[in-house]
């Protein structure tokens, strides 16, 4: 009898749990908030804000401008009539070895115009510059200009996509989304599409380009100008942590900004129909804390209403929460016994023992 009631203040040990008692309290480290339907509308309202915040008019407004020649790219020379300039070494020669490349210094040497500083053109006004320089040789001349090959203008994508790399700027513009399509998509497993970061000039531009926030639509939208930078963090530090009585208890990585605590506990395979007590509790602000003097948010949920169901699929998860289903009471006592009968099995053994060793003198 005295050994159950040095254990007795041990019931509640074996098995984790929480409740109002131990959370709540003016003095609680944590703050206690129950999930309600305001709540989730709060949450819903503030998501939208932050949608809308998300949205710079500086990327959306942005149109690209005519393609200016840069140091690094090819250019193709046509002039009609005169295929000596056009082709000096004959018809059978390659069209590459007729190309002019654009030098460092931004010129170019054309026969009968000389050396011409194309760096900065678009490409009518490159092909008005060579074709004043032959009109003090030629009558008239008709001169055509193309871009060949693109060295001077790229875009960086880098982080978790398929295919990271530099990408080259070309005459036709190009979006956000035909660059993650060119770059092979982005690691559907790995990556964090909910904060991707457009880096143009000194300003960082973060987007949530999530499938739950129509992230195709949005990035189709974006033009990429030369010299943009595009990252994709991957989600390694990006989970939410599902504990308690689920059936797999486990750590969720994040690839959207939108999960949900139906979402978080369906991953987990849900309740344990018998142990769970039917209160989840979210804790946020636990783990990664940036102001250690803030006190941690735990929200309730009493997942044994039937308007539980509506709410748990509103309420949205954030990386870092723990999603805790608390367990009954029978399964703490359960675990209680399950440790102390091995001990009073073994005192019982003892207590035959030597009761017949007493009886056998």
């Not at 054309?110 to 004043?132: D, H, L």
């Not at 033009?223 to 969720?252: I, S």
Request: aromatic fraction near 8%; hydrophobic fraction near 40%; proline fraction near 6%.
């Amino acid at each position: 009898m005295l050994l159950v009631a040095s254990l007795a203040g041990c019931v509640w040990a074996p098995g984790q749990s929480m409740s109002k008692s131990s959370l709540g309290g003016e003095n609680s480290y944590v703050t206690l908030v129950p999930i309600t339907p305001s709540l989730v509308q709060t949450q819903q309202q503030d998501a939208a804000a932050d949608t809308t915040s998300a949205l710079p008019t500086a990327l959306l407004d942005y149109r690209p401008e005519a393609y200016r020649i840069g140091p690094g790219d090819t250019l193709h020379i046509t002039v009609w009539d005169h295929p000596e300039l056009t082709s000096p070494a004959g018809q059978q020669q390659e069209t590459a070895a007729n190309e002019r490349l654009v030098r460092p210094d931004g010129t170019l040497y054309f026969p009968y115009a000389g050396v011409v500083k194309v760096a900065g053109m678009t490409i009518e006004q490159a092909r008005q510059a060579i074709t004043s320089g032959l009109s003090h040789f030629i009558r008239a001349p008709l001169v055509d200009v193309s871009v060949a090959g693109y060295g001077s203008q790229r875009v960086v994508l880098e982080g978790a996509f398929v295919k990271a790399g530099a990408q080259p700027v070309t005459t036709v513009p190009l979006t956000l989304g035909e660059a993650i399509g060119v770059a092979g998509g982005v690691d559907s497993k790995d990556a964090d599409l909910s904060n991707v970061v457009l880096t143009r000039g000194d300003e960082s531009y973060h987007l949530d380009l999530s499938p739950s926030n129509d992230g195709k639509a949005l990035a189709r939208k974006i033009y990429l100008r030369p010299g943009d930078r595009v990252f994709v963090p991957f989600n390694f530090n990006q989970e939410v942590y599902v504990m308690g009585e689920v059936l797999r208890p486990q750590a969720l990585r994040f690839n959207t900004s939108n999960l949900t605590l139906t979402q978080a506990l369906g991953q987990a395979g849900g309740l344990n129909e018998v142990t769970s007590k039917g209160m989840v509790y979210v804790v946020r602000g636990a783990l990664h804390k940036e102001n250690p003097g803030q006190r941690p948010t735990v929200y309730e949920l009493d997942a044994k209403s039937p308007a539980a169901f509506a709410l748990a699929d509103s309420f949205k998860v954030q990386p870092g929460d723990v999603v805790f289903a608390s367990a009954a009471g029978i399964t703490r006592w359960n675990r209680f016994t399950s440790q102390l009968l091995p001990l009073t099995s073994a005192l019982s053994a003892t207590a035959s023992s030597q009761y017949y060793l007493n009886n056998s003198k």
